[in-house]
């Protein structure tokens, strides 16, 4: 069942309309650029998007909540405006889902080299312990000192 726009929901301004689609653009453009650096293998922590992005995002979700408060949904009469709206919006959820998808692939290389960080740890620790896994001495006990005098 489709919803026509009803005579007292207001629609949306077409300035509205447009710096959201604005808004979008500049999300997208921002999702992009951390995708490649993503895709380059950097970590997900050194992202220079981060900032830029959730910046974008809050005021993206302030945007459309303002919308929502004065109408049940988004409505623009123009159908041109409203069209162009639905193509940066579904733009922005590609971008967002490759953008999940590398930064899932970041944290897991991520998780891999700390792994691999720790395991070097524990294998430098077990080799300089006079002890063993059961806690029995492995090696002879060395003391070292000097025979000095003061």
Do not use: W
């Not at 720790?118 to 060395?142: D, H, V």
């Amino acid at each position: 069942m489709r919803h026509a726009i009803q005579a007292d929901q207001p629609a949306a301004t077409e300035t509205e309309v447009r710096t959201l689609i604005a808004l979008i653009d500049e999300l997208i453009t921002v999702v992009m650029e951390e995708n490649m650096e993503l895709a380059k293998g950097l970590p997900a922590s050194r992202s220079k998007q981060l900032d830029d992005k959730n910046r974008l995002a809050g005021l993206f979700e302030q945007r459309v909540a303002e919308c929502a408060r004065r109408t049940a949904s988004l409505n623009v009469r123009d159908r041109v405006l409203r069209e162009q709206l639905m193509e940066h919006i579904l733009n922005l959820r590609l971008a967002m889902d490759e953008n999940l998808m590398r930064l899932r692939a970041a944290i897991e290389a991520s998780n891999r080299r700390i792994d691999a960080i720790m395991q070097a740890i524990r294998e430098q620790i077990a080799s300089a312990s006079p002890y063993g896994a059961s806690g029995r001495r492995t090696a002879r006990a060395t003391s070292c000192g000097t025979n000095l005098r003061a």
